[in-house]
């Protein structure tokens, strides 16, 4: 699956000067890691969210929000943002709850 250039560009510009933060290709579409923990991830024209499981509640009443599933399997504790909803407010939204919660994680 190929991912959405623009997006992933609009993500690299929210992420700003984040020195921790690195690029990988995965699942098909390119992740941003802060110290070595999946954060965020451009998949097609959507946007993969960590919220972490207490904050999927929260983040299903944001429009464009639904569960995130890979093959068969729902991700707990993360959410698919859909791309025709990310304007420039929503994704910042999207980014720091992403990177708030994966900086409650040890690096690896």
């Known amino acids: 699956m190929a991912y959405d ?3 992933a560009e609009r993500v690299r510009e929210q992420l700003g000067d984040e020195t921790a933060v690195t690029e990988k290709p995965m699942f098909g ?3 941003f890691l802060d110290h070595g923990n999946l954060v965020i991830a451009v998949s097609g024209d959507d946007l993969l969210v960590r919220v972490g499981p207490d904050g999927m509640r929260e983040a299903f009443a944001r429009p464009g929000a639904h569960s995130a599933v890979m093959g068969t399997r729902t991700m707990r504790g993360w959410v698919r943002a859909a791309g025709d ?3 420039d407010a929503a994704l910042e939204h999207w980014v720091s709850t992403a990177l708030m919660f994966t900086r409650t994680l040890p690096a690896k």
Do not use: P
Request: aromatic content about 0%; charged content about 10%; cysteine-free.
């Open 5 to 7: 250039d623009v997006l």
């Open 29 to 31: 579409g390119l992740s």
């Open 85 to 87: 909803t990310l304007t």
